[in-house]
């Protein structure tokens, strides 16, 4: 089965600082995507890739696909301390399954 | 900027009572999610719904579970006889239109549930 993996598990870095959040699968997939939740609150959509392309950005966020290495990661440029959360990736399926399968996540913190 | 609604945001109960958890997706959305996220641990897929009917489902949605869509607007998830391992924070999840390429998955803010 298909599994997103994030590490590292926890990242703590300054303000100002990028932080990159890496995340790995098993099997084929449509597209990923990844999700911010702050403690204990609903997830929110940041972006999706889909499985032809290679980068997409938004804001300050940054993401790359390798699907020959069945990886992603997220960047955050120039973190500020709002963006202290825990960042889950997420893959859907190919063969038509609509379900998301979520990795354990990586807990950012951004220090003042 | 249109969002899922949930409600309630926190549900506590007794083991063995019936609990409705209820759900308003994005009104121009398709496809029907619910999920759910035991503390500290993943979020986990129970189950899809589209045109009227259940399109997926995981092992954890058995017959304790199910879904409806009494109208246009609401959508929900039954649990009939709640156990204490069913404690957990349950997102409802919905999608435009998978067919035409929109597949992000917009999620509720989540209703907590805790059973005794």
């Known amino acids: 089965s298909q599994q997103g993996e994030e590490d590292p598990q926890a990242l703590s870095i300054q303000e100002g600082e990028n932080a990159t959040m890496n995340c790995s699968y098993k099997?084929?997939?449509?597209?990923l995507q990844w999700y911010r939740q702050n403690s204990g609150r609903g997830l929110v959509h940041l972006i999706l890739?889909?499985?032809?392309?290679r980068e997409k950005h938004s804001g300050r966020l940054r993401v790359t696909l390798d699907t020959s290495k069945k990886s992603s990661s997220l960047l955050i440029t120039a973190s500020r301390a709002a963006d202290t959360a825990s960042y889950f990736c997420a893959t859907d399926g190919r063969g038509g399954s609509e379900k998301l399968v979520f990795g354990k996540g990586t807990k950012l913190t951004v220090n003042p | 900027e249109p969002e899922v609604t949930q409600t309630p945001s926190h549900q506590v109960t007794q083991m063995g009572q019936e609990v409705i958890l209820r759900c308003v997706p994005i009104?121009?959305?398709?496809?029907f999610y619910w999920y759910r996220q035991i503390l500290g641990q993943k979020v986990e897929f129970l189950v899809s719904?589209?045109?009227?009917?259940?399109?997926?489902k995981s092992e954890i949605f058995d017959d304790q579970f199910s879904v409806e869509r009494p109208d246009g607007s609401n959508f929900t998830l039954k649990i009939r006889s709640t156990k204490l391992e069913d404690s957990a924070m349950y997102f409802c999840?919905?999608?435009?239109?998978?067919?035409?390429?929109?597949?992000?998955?917009?999620f509720g803010p989540g209703t907590r549930l805790l059973v005794l």
């Open positions: 719904f589209y045109n009227n009917e259940i399109s997926e």
């Open positions: 890739i889909r499985s032809n392309e």
């Open positions: 999840a919905s999608t435009r239109d998978l067919r035409a390429m929109e597949e992000t998955q917009y």
């Open positions: 099997t084929s997939i449509n597209n």
């Open positions: 009104s121009n959305h398709l496809y």
